[in-house]
């Protein structure tokens, strides 16, 4: 018991210290509401096909009932409301409140609208349960009042699934599209023209320079091929020239990509 209890503590602590944690639980809510309605449907149509004892499932309180009755599939509606539309305009009015009272709003922000999104997810979960319970009874859960939920619920699915194809295949398509340097980190990454760097404790940006650019280049008018280089800025104009073969050869500078800048790697 003490190890199995030591276990879910430690898993605790790592899920608290994940950014994404709040995504991770609306999924799993999203997951375990699609599955739910699937045994429901199975139930509805097979009519117990598991011979499960009727009498031994659980009641949900009246109380509990009647609010989810009366609530939940318009909360969830809001909620589809504010993904659509509200998301970004309370992000613009937040931003604009921030930048003109010098105000920082975006932490509570974003913890309401990850306890208003949980919190959905968690009631509209606990409605397809009792549905599911009900429905097992032999309530014809399908033909009341609910399908609209259901159909509402099973639409943002199929369109949840449509983007979530259409943005691996455009993931897909942006790394093809990434032109490689012939160069590595120390770490081993292969760098990208779109990828900052770090060297010597310094961020660069990588540029492939064409000599016949007298604007990047002055100094060697007559070398005629092109090189990659780094810089200290991104506005096109090279204040220093840094050869990003010679800082990959330098085991002192240690130059490695920048995991938050990214570029065009996506990833």
Do not use: H
């Amino acid at each position: 018991m003490y190890t199995n209890a030591k276990e879910i503590y430690n898993d605790v602590q790592n899920f608290r210290k994940d950014i994404g944690a709040a995504n991770k639980i609306v999924d799993l809510f999203k997951i375990v509401s699609f599955l739910i309605i699937g045994v429901t449907f199975l139930f509805q149509f097979w009519r117990n096909p598991f011979n499960i004892d009727m009498k031994s499932l659980p009641i949900f309180p009246t109380v509990l009932s009647r609010f989810l009755d009366k609530y939940v599939f318009e909360i969830f509606i809001a909620l589809i409301i504010y993904k659509i539309i509200g998301d970004r305009l309370f992000r613009y009015l937040v931003i604009n409140v921030e930048v003109e009272f010098n105000i920082k709003l975006s932490p509570l922000f974003n913890t309401v609208e990850d306890i208003f999104e949980i919190g959905t997810m968690f009631l509209l979960s606990l409605k397809l349960c009792r549905n599911l319970l009900l429905c097992i009874r032999g309530v014809n859960i399908v033909a009341s009042t609910d399908k609209n939920m259901y159909l509402t619920y099973l639409a943002c699915s199929l369109f949840g699934f449509v983007n979530w194809l259409y943005m691996k295949n455009k993931y897909y398509c942006d790394l093809a599209e990434i032109r490689y340097t012939p160069y590595f980190d120390y770490e081993g990454k292969r760098i990208a023209q779109e990828d900052e760097v770090i060297y010597y404790g310094r961020l660069y940006n990588v540029y492939l320079l064409d000599v016949e650019d007298t604007e990047f280049v002055e100094k060697r008018k007559s070398f005629n091929k092109k090189e990659w280089y780094l810089s200290k800025d991104n506005i096109g104009i090279i204040r220093k020239e840094i050869s990003l073969e010679e800082a990959v050869r330098d085991e002192n500078g240690k130059i490695k990509v920048y995991e938050y800048g990214l570029g065009e790697r996506g990833i």
